[in-house]
C-alpha cells in the first residue's frame, strides 16, 4: 500500500500564487506516475496534471496549462503543484494521486490523500 498526505493548500487572492505539496509513503518503489486532480462543490473530481517519476514527463489539463507546473522530488517520494496567476475557478479541494502505470493522464490511480482546500478569493 501507499499513502499520500497533500499540505500547502490555503486562502489565496486571485492573480497570486499558492504551492502544494504531496508526501508518499509505503511500497513507493512501485509508484511510477503521481499526479493531482481537484473537486469543486458541486461537481465531479477533474484532472489536473500529472507526472512520471523516472523520466519526468509531464501533462496538463488544458484548463490549467501555462499556469501550474507539476514536479517531483523522488528522494523526497513527494510531488508539488505550483498555481501561478490563481483564478476563483481554482477554488477546490485538492487531490493527489498515483499509480504503478507509467502511462500520464486522468485514468486508472490507485492511491489517493485525503485532499487540502484551496481557495481563491477576487
Request: with cysteine; charged share 15%.
Given at each position: 500500500q501507499v499513502q499520500m498526505v497533500e499540505s500547502?493548500?490555503?486562502?489565496?487572492?486571485?492573480?497570486?500564487?499558492?504551492?502544494?505539496?504531496?508526501?508518499?509513503?509505503?511500497r513507493t518503489g512501485n509508484v511510477f506516475t503521481m499526479a493531482w486532480f481537484r473537486q469543486a462543490p458541486g461537481k465531479a473530481r477533474e484532472y489536473v496534471a500529472s507526472t512520471n517519476?523516472?523520466?519526468?514527463?509531464?501533462n496538463y489539463a488544458d484548463s490549467v496549462e501555462?499556469?501550474?507546473?507539476i514536479s517531483v522530488d523522488n528522494a523526497k517520494n513527494s510531488?508539488?503543484?505550483?498555481?501561478?496567476?490563481?483564478?476563483?475557478?481554482?477554488?477546490?479541494?485538492y487531490f493527489c494521486a498515483s499509480k504503478r502505470s507509467f502511462t500520464l493522464g486522468?485514468?486508472?490511480?490507485?492511491?489517493?490523500?485525503?485532499?487540502?482546500?484551496v481557495t481563491v478569493s477576487s
Open positions: 500547502g493548500g490555503g486562502l489565496v487572492q486571485a492573480g497570486g500564487s499558492l504551492r502544494l505539496s504531496c508526501a508518499a509513503s509505503g517519476r523516472m523520466v519526468g514527463g509531464t501555462g499556469r501550474f507546473t510531488v508539488y503543484l505550483q498555481m501561478n496567476d490563481v483564478k476563483s475557478e481554482d477554488t477546490a479541494v486522468q485514468t486508472a490511480y490507485e492511491y489517493w490523500g485525503q485532499g487540502t482546500q
